[in-house]
């Protein structure tokens, strides 16, 4: 078969379908040519790369193909068979053209129902790619290619690489030729059309149609199917020879092709060079019903066509001899250069004998297919048989194909190589119906109602403060990641296909990264607003729980859209024991980038979990309305060790598949379990009690949100406050030096009481040796207002008048760390209006040259602070010189402007105080 751009047959379609309406009223296999025409005319428009899978179905009784020994009969249902399959998936790729149609898909079925093998059959537009899908791996085998259409790519890939190999011939042959109706010639017994020579004469020319009683064919775009701008030989839709043009005393006859990129340039050249009166008409798609109308009225009508196809199979058709065949005959002529001198071509096509061509790599990883592949042969008269049916069955291949299995068993069974000894093994596999599976099937189904009716709770109570204060959006999320959890539980405990294995992939990350990715936002908010227990209303995460979990399921989409694609998921057998195996979901596709998706899921997952937890424990000691941070510390807890003991168990060699299935359920049974009833169900009941003991709903502003109208105003803290202290015996050797640090915990470890004085000074005492606190501050923060790297510190503050003025300072996480006490080198000054406003509570604080920004619990504290401090130091301040004052004062205008740090660590912490106990 010679053409360049083979990209489909004219009968290659099989499907009925009606073409341009009822102006086609045509047989339904005429019909069905049509439509091929049709495929292959939009195929010249350009190359297709993408493969159209074709359909397989079941066509041999298990029974018949269990006598070869690849597959077995189950005890259970007989009607369904057993086999281990092999870890090799094959791909056939089937040729846009009947025969290749019609012996693929006998290929494929003996390969899926007498061997158990999982085949694919894909169909390309571009046949010319064909050698470098095989050599790359993108199919398994071809097993009708025309090696003289394409020697150099033979030389290529199969003599030069051995990329390719050669699995031998097809067994029927191919042939392009002219041919006449025999029909005509049945009807002329006096007359010679069998000899190219015939058509010199003018009583045999006479019988043909006069050039122009035709009309050539046409693209969808109006211009002609042989345009002039591709093919310059062509004028008018048409190729007219120099011996026809301008010689009405000579008038020449028609010449029928389907298209001119069928084999191109040969025939017009062959009329050229043996002086032939023939004009070359393209006809396109009204090229099958004008030969069939030919041939059924005894007309005499000469054109182009090949074998092995349907039409030379079932229509009488004569072959036309042309010159012999020769090499050196086909050397003189280039498709490129048609009509101009000394291109010539002069002689027949030679007869193709056809071959089959497969991955070298085939005969280790699957010598079966390997061997059934290399004696699979097709004669003649079985390849006219296939074609002659393909007509009778609405052009179905696969019919056709099954058609001739049930036909033939004589000659297909020599194909079958020999199982290996016990290859058969039983098939074990989870029932739904078992007391494990339906026991694990009810956990999850109660998991899942009761997420469902938290869902009415959360609806009930979504204005009571357990539930408003807990953040609404993040339990509505819980139970969304619970239900699909569920959900791929239940596809875990039934049989696996590749839908089931699908679906639990999908509904598992989903439910993993909703729950974590809102875990994540929320515990991070949490921590950068509470980290040093603070309190304030209106939390970013509430305005951005959202999107970045959204954010987060579209990048999980769309990296399992692409491996769905590409690994092509599915049940892969795995043994079980010598008589027994069974059927996991794994990755079937051994491309690179297959590997590359099933990893970087993995990796996604994994950072999520482990980022969340890690969120999840840094907020465990804030302290949070209705204990929340315990809560989702402890859930993410749990979540860590399922998901560690469940991916563990997964990856491990050694664990059955059924250990595998039931940890995986009940960890993730557990683990979602858990997330309700502790970040849901738990809110909800708080709200249950509160509401039943007349507990107030939730305040909302003018913006409809809870906490402060309109978000622009402080509660009152919560956790950090200012106290007083009534008295505490100061030890005579506390105090080493002017300004030195000293161990004061002793101090305060009395000084957690409140004092009397209503205006936070302390109460009135007679006892001169009493050491009096002036002003106590609990659980504030401290910052560096300047410094690379600045973190929060939660400090207890104590400011002393008397014996002697002292600033205590201690540190409330470490323990072990000592209370510094400050007597000189201290200053106090308040933040600028404008920083205020954005961070509020705030007063700067300089000690031994250190500057620190100090968060109290509102501005008013914040004011007293520094008012005390240069009260008390300002006798010690005076003692000290002028130019100390003025590097305070210069200090503090450069700290207020931003330029010492200030600006940005009170923007920084600003972000962080921007929220409430609503957190997330």
Known sequence: MH?????????????????????????????????????????????ETQAKRRTLFSCLPVADAASFGWVGLSAQDPSQPVIQQQSARITLEINPWLSANVTT??????????????????????????????????????????????????????????????????????KSSW????????????????SWR?????????????????????????????????FPYCTNGMFVPPQCQGNPATPCREFWSILP??????????????????????????????????????????????????????????????????????????????????????????????????????????????????FLTFRDVDIDALLADLARTSYEAGNAACNWIMANRNIWSSWIPAPPADYIKTLEQI????????????????????????????????????????????????????????????????????????????LLAMAWTIFLGATTVK???????????????????????????????????????????????????????????????????????????????????????????????RIRRVRLPFRENRAVAGVMSVVLVAGVVAGSVSLSPSVTYLAEAVVQAVATIVAMGTALGALVLRPIWEAHKAAKKGGAK????????????????????????????????????????????????????????????????????????????????INYAMQKVSGVFRTWTDVHLLLFSSPCPVLLIANVKDQSAPCRAYTTNLQAAKIDANLAKTFPGCFLLRVDGTGWIVQTTDAAAADNWVAEIETIFKDVAATHSPAQSMSMKLWSATANSGGGGVGRATARAGSRSRGGSTVG
Request: positive net charge; proline residues 6%.
């Open 3 to 47: 053409f360049s751009t083979k990209n489909a047959h004219p009968c290659s379609l099989r499907r009925r379908a009606s073409v341009h309406g009822a102006a086609h009223r045509l047989h339904s296999d005429q019909l069905t040519l049509v439509l091929a025409l049709l495929l292959l005319l939009a195929a010249t428009t350009g190359a």
């Open 105 to 174: 898909y006998v290929a494929a079925l003996l390969l899926q129902d007498v061997m158990g093998v999982n085949v694919s059959l894909s169909e390309y537009g571009d046949y010319e790619n064909t050698f470098g899908r095989i050599a790359t791996g993108r199919v398994d085998a071809n097993l009708e290619t025309w090696p003289n259409a394409r020697v150099a790519l033979y030389q290529q890939y199969v003599v030069q690489l051995g990329a390719v190999e050669d699995l031998g011939l097809v067994g029927y042959t191919g």
């Open 179 to 194: 041919y006449i109706p025999t029909s005509a010639v049945n009807a002329n017994p006096s007359k010679i059309f069998d």
């Open 198 to 230: 015939s058509y010199y004469r003018a009583d045999v020319l006479a019988l043909l149609p006069l050039a122009g009683t035709t009309t050539p064919a046409r693209k969808p775009d109006g211009s002609w199917l042989c345009d002039t701008a591709t």
């Open 261 to 374: 990129t069928l084999s191109p340039g040969s025939n017009e050249q062959r009329i050229i060079s043996l002086n032939l009166p023939l004009v070359v008409v393209y006809l396109g798609y009204d090229f099958l019903p004008a030969v069939q109308s030919c041939a059924a009225q005894g007309s005499a009508c000469i054109f182009y066509y090949w074998k092995p196809e349907v039409l030379v199979s079932t229509t009488a058709l004569t072959r036309i001899n042309l010159p012999e065949y020769s090499s050196t005959c086909l050397g003189n002529f280039s498709a490129t250069r048609v009509g101009q001198p000394g291109n010539s071509l002069t002689c027949d096509w030679t007869v193709e004998l056809l071959a089959k061509l497969g991955r070298p790599a085939l005969v280790t990883e699957a010598p079966h297919v390997y061997n059934l592949l290399r």
């Open 431 to 506: 029932e739904p119906n078992s007391p494990l599976s339906a026991s694990l099937l009810t956990a999850t189904a109660g998991v899942a109602v009761a997420a469902i009716l938290s869902a009415g709770g959360l609806v009930r109570f979504a204005r009571h403060d357990p539930i408003v204060q807990q953040t609404p959006v993040y339990q509505w999320l819980v139970v969304v990641s619970v239900l699909l959890a569920g959900g791929s539980v239940a596809a875990l405990l039934v049989p696996a296909t590749t839908d089931i294995c699908i679906a639990r992939t999908w």
């Open 523 to 617: 515990t991070w908010y949490t921590y950068l607003t509470f980290g040093n227990r603070r309190m304030s209303v209106n939390p970013p995460a509430r305005r951005v729980l959202l999107p970045a979990v959204g954010i987060a399921v579209a990048l999980d989409a769309t990296m399992l859209a692409a491996w769905t694609a590409l690994a092509d998921p599915g049940p892969t057998a795995t043994t079980v024991s010598a008589k027994t195996f069974t059927l996991v979901c794994r990755p079937r596709a051994t491309k690179s980038t297959a590997y590359a998706l099933t990893t970087a899921l993995y990796v996604f997952h994994s950072l999520l979990l482990l980022t969340a937890a890690r969120t999840a424990r």
């Open 698 to 777: 939730a305040k909302t502003g003018a913006d409809g949100k809870s906490g402060a109208s309109g978000g622009s105003k402080f509660e009152t803290p919560r956790v950090a406050s200012s106290t007083i202290l009534e008295s505490a015996t100061l030890p005579s050797t506390t105090i080493e030096g002017p300004s030195k640090g000293i161990n004061l915990r002793p101090v305060f470890g009395s000084a957690a009481g409140t004092g009397s004085g209503a205006d936070d000074r302390p109460a009135n005492g007679d006892d001169p040796t009493a050491v009096m606190a002036t002003r106590v501050g």
